[in-house]
């Protein structure tokens, strides 16, 4: 590809590039993989908050899994090598599972806000039911977001 100007490091560098990333990479993803397990396996951890928590968790995962990796790939060799399509889902899966995150976080901090200033009425408040509905709407909205707008090219508005 004549459009990606590849700067070449030097293999000792590459190495501890690749060395340090892929350890970030690896802890991201085993840590979100271990509190998704724990709380799926344990069942006294099936509580409204740890659902939040298991989303939250299961999008940290996915984040290690389908963007730190390709990045760090594209950061040490300096070129995406993976074609178009594979570039457009990349980036929509970076911006959906960031805005989840994000979504996720900010639904943990609603929970706990009502767990404290209501607790009497927190169980009647914060079911499981209102918890996955919740849940549910943090995806489809970022699912939304990501994909479509890399795909309807609404990120290239304005670029020329």
Same mark, same amino acid.
């Given at each position: 590809n004549i459009s990606c100007v590849k700067t070449v490091y030097p293999l000792h560098f590459r190495v501890i590039l690749y060395m340090v990333l892929g350890?970030?990479?690896i802890v991201t993803v085993c840590g979100n993989l271990l509190v998704t397990v724990s709380i799926i396996y344990f069942k006294q951890l099936h509580t409204p908050t740890n659902y939040l928590l298991v989303s939250l968790a299961v999008s940290? +995962?996915?984040l290690g899994l389908m963007v730190m990796l390709p990045d760090m790939i594209q950061s040490v060799e300096t070129c995406w090598y993976f074609g178009d399509?594979?570039?457009k889902v990349?980036?929509?899966s970076d911006v959906m599972l960031c805005t989840t995150s994000i979504m996720n976080l900010s639904l943990i901090s609603i929970d706990r806000y009502n767990a404290m200033i209501h607790p009497l009425l927190?169980?009647?408040k914060m079911s499981g039911?209102?918890?996955?509905?919740?849940?549910? +709407?943090s995806w489809s909205v970022s699912g939304v977001v990501g994909f479509g707008q890399?795909?309807?090219r609404l990120n290239l508005i304005g670029i020329e």
């Open positions: 350890v970030m990479v940290d +995962f996915l399509i594979l570039c990349h980036l929509s927190y169980r009647r039911h209102v918890v996955l509905l919740m849940i549910s +709407f890399i795909f309807l």
